[in-house]
């Protein structure tokens, strides 16, 4: 797994998550029915990733709403598209975490 920050204006970073292949995106790449918050952020999570570079970017925002669409609403369909990239977001946290504690 590679993640790689981008530094933007206004002190907002990007995440870029690689080597995510087509099957590891499977489930955010199915047809998106209907109309909604969580539609909506399925669809903008399909438009930022590249199958040719493996590569799915994320914001900020795309990050708080994935948590609490993951956290707040239960298991349905749509939130089980989530997992495998809240494993991955997951686990930057978890390294993140022991770096910075590691420099106390």
Do not use: C, W
Request: hydrophobic share 35%; proline share 1%; net charge positive.
């Amino acid at each position: 797994m590679k993640l790689k920050l981008e530094r933007r204006k206004r002190g907002l970073y990007k995440i870029f998550i690689e080597s995510l292949s087509v099957e590891d995106m499977a489930p955010l790449l199915k047809e998106v029915k209907g109309q909604g918050g969580f539609q909506d952020l399925i669809r903008k999570l399909q438009r930022q990733y590249s199958s040719k570079n493996q590569t799915l970017v994320l914001d900020y925002s795309d990050i708080e709403k994935m948590i609490r669409y993951s956290q707040h609403y239960g298991q349905g369909g749509f939130q089980g598209r989530l997992s495998t990239i809240m494993v991955r977001i997951n686990d930057l946290y978890s390294h993140l975490s022991n770096l910075l504690n590691n420099v106390k």
